[in-house]
């Protein structure tokens, strides 16, 4: 009764039937209920081991595998309805997924579903990021669609191809690209060089130079204006 004694009892009964099978059907000990399968038709094999076939079932539901379609989980059976209900399910398509899962934003993605928003091509190993409404972008069109547009070319100021970040300029409450930021009147760049810097007058874009030319003609047109 013992456990020492029942484990060497089973020992002994298998090693008796290894040398002297029940009878010449005899296909070898159920790793289900441990007893032995005899008997043509009455058993299986499945996952390298033998099964009765009444025995062979989906740990799920219980309904018999042999001959059907079935996927082996940690050497547990499953029939494929149940093993389709244990799978992830995509959150575009909402389908199962059945192989590889792309996991991204905290949920679950069929790689070729999981793409950008506006281009559509798939995001699989390429960045990319979500705007307030979680929705995907690559970063290309996430820079297009969101990012500030110059006050002159009417451009979206964003980085250059192959690189994350880029130089805005505002002023005067208005964003400018850096090549962009010249003086109204001479078109000269405010940026850099002699005349950096700007100076607004009455909501223009100036260099100083050109400032002093429009405040000495505003000057001039007054005193004549008197």
């Keep these: 009764g013992r456990p020492e004694e029942e484990l060497d009892r089973l020992t002994k009964k298998m090693l008796y039937d290894m040398d002297n099978p029940p009878s010449e059907e005899y296909f070898g000990r159920c790793a289900s209920c441990g007893e032995n399968v005899v008997g043509e038709g009455t058993g299986c094999t499945a996952m390298d081991q033998v099964f009765h076939v009444e025995c062979f079932i989906c740990m799920t539901c219980g309904s018999k595998l042999r001959g059907k379609p079935f996927y082996a989980v940690e050497k547990k059976a499953y029939c494929e309805p149940c093993y389709i209900n244990t799978l992830e399910t995509c959150n575009i398509c909402s389908k199962p997924i059945m192989e590889r899962i792309l996991r991204a934003t905290g949920k679950a993605y069929h790689p070729q579903c999981f793409t950008c928003v506006v281009c559509?091509?798939?995001?699989?190993?390429?960045?990319?990021?979500?705007?307030?409404?979680?929705?995907?972008?690559?970063?290309?069109?996430?820079?297009?669609?969101?990012?500030?547009?110059?006050?002159?070319?009417?451009?979206?100021?964003?980085?250059?191809?192959?690189?994350?970040?880029?130089v805005r300029i505002v002023a005067l409450d208005r964003d400018f690209h850096v090549q962009c930021y010249r003086c109204e009147d001479c078109g000269c760049l405010l940026s850099e060089g002699d005349n950096q810097g700007c100076y607004p007058l009455d909501g223009h874009v100036l260099c100083k130079n050109c400032n002093t030319s429009r405040i000495q003609a505003l000057t001039a047109k007054a005193t004549t204006d008197l």
């Design 120 to 166: 559509h091509r798939s995001l699989d190993g390429i960045p990319f990021t979500v705007d307030a409404s979680n929705h995907i972008h690559c970063i290309e069109d996430f820079h297009k669609k969101f990012a500030p547009r110059c006050s002159v070319c009417k451009e979206p100021i964003m980085p250059s191809p192959g690189q994350e970040e880029t």
